[in-house]
């Protein structure tokens, strides 16, 4: 929908409809403009509903990148990340304060605050996951080398079944090296010969000496 074109629209149709309002009359005329006056108030409404919608996004956003948990874990590439993935454009700036603001007005620009936001949650919950540790830390390592033992097929759709950041998850937690720039198909052949290399050592070290 083109609303600039509505927009110039209405506002010829309210031109005429002002300069021949004394002039108008007939019950077609009066039935279709009562209907025309119910659509504007309802189109009105969600008119409203998704500007505040909007704001509310652009808010959450900013508030976001001023939160404790992006002090701890924003880097500038994770906003050129954000920036290519939501909306196929790249972040210029070089140092974190410019990078925000860009980040910001690239987002803005193309109205993807809701999408920003949950790239941001998920980033950050992940990164949270990565530094904690613990429970967590050992179970991806033991998905890890599970992954080396499974059947190519098995590895396929196991692999398919997680999104990208759970990979980035478990090749980081696992030592694996890669960049914003890895791809998917990039980082599942790292994970799965790297994979490979734990699942052979774990069963070297099970291994019984014979001395």
């Given at each position: 929908?083109?609303?600039?074109?509505?927009?110039?629209?209405?506002?010829?149709?309210?031109e005429?409809?002002?300069?021949?309002?004394?002039?108008?009359?007939?019950?077609?005329?009066?039935?279709?403009?009562?209907?025309?006056?119910?659509?504007l108030?309802?189109?009105?409404?969600?008119?409203?509903?998704?500007?505040?919608?909007?704001?509310?996004?652009?808010?959450?956003?900013?508030?976001l990148?001023r939160?404790?948990?992006?002090?701890?874990?924003?880097?500038?590439?994770?906003?050129?990340?954000?920036?290519?993935?939501?909306?196929?454009?790249?972040l210029?700036?070089?140092n974190?304060?410019?990078?925000?603001?860009?980040?910001?007005?690239?987002?803005?620009?193309?109205?993807?605050?809701?999408?920003a936001?949950e790239?941001?949650?998920?980033?950050?919950?992940?990164?949270?996951h990565?530094e904690?540790?613990?429970?967590?830390?050992?179970?991806?390592?033991?998905?890890?080398v599970?992954?080396?033992?499974?059947?190519?097929?098995?590895?396929a759709?196991?692999?398919?079944?997680?999104?990208?950041?759970?990979?980035r998850?478990?090749?980081?937690?696992?030592?694996?090296?890669?960049?914003?720039?890895?791809n998917?198909?990039?980082?599942?052949?790292?994970?799965r010969?790297?994979?490979?290399?734990?699942a052979l050592?774990?069963?070297?070290?099970?291994?019984?000496?014979?001395?």
């Amino acid at each position: 929908m083109n609303y600039s074109d509505l927009a110039t629209r209405l506002s010829q149709l309210g031109e005429r409809l002002s300069k021949q309002a004394d002039k108008l009359e007939g019950e077609n005329l009066g039935r279709s403009a009562a209907k025309l006056a119910s659509q504007l108030v309802r189109f009105e409404e969600q008119l409203e509903s998704h500007l505040a919608s909007r704001k509310s996004g652009e808010l959450l956003l900013e508030s976001l990148l001023r939160s404790p948990a992006s002090k701890r874990h924003l880097t500038i590439g994770l906003l050129k990340r954000g920036v290519r993935e939501i909306c196929a454009k790249r972040l210029k700036s070089e140092n974190l304060p410019a990078a925000k603001r860009e980040f910001i007005e690239l987002i803005r620009a193309t109205r993807q605050q809701d999408l920003a936001v949950e790239f941001l949650k998920e980033a950050f919950a992940d990164a949270a996951h990565v530094e904690s540790g613990g429970k967590d830390k050992a179970l991806l390592q033991r998905e890890f080398v599970h992954l080396g033992q499974s059947l190519d097929e098995d590895f396929a759709v196991e692999i398919a079944a997680r999104t990208i950041a759970e990979l980035r998850r478990i090749a980081t937690v696992n030592g694996i090296r890669f960049t914003d720039k890895t791809n998917r198909q990039r980082l599942t052949t790292l994970i799965r010969r790297y994979a490979q290399r734990a699942a052979l050592n774990v069963a070297a070290a099970r291994v019984p000496s014979r001395n």
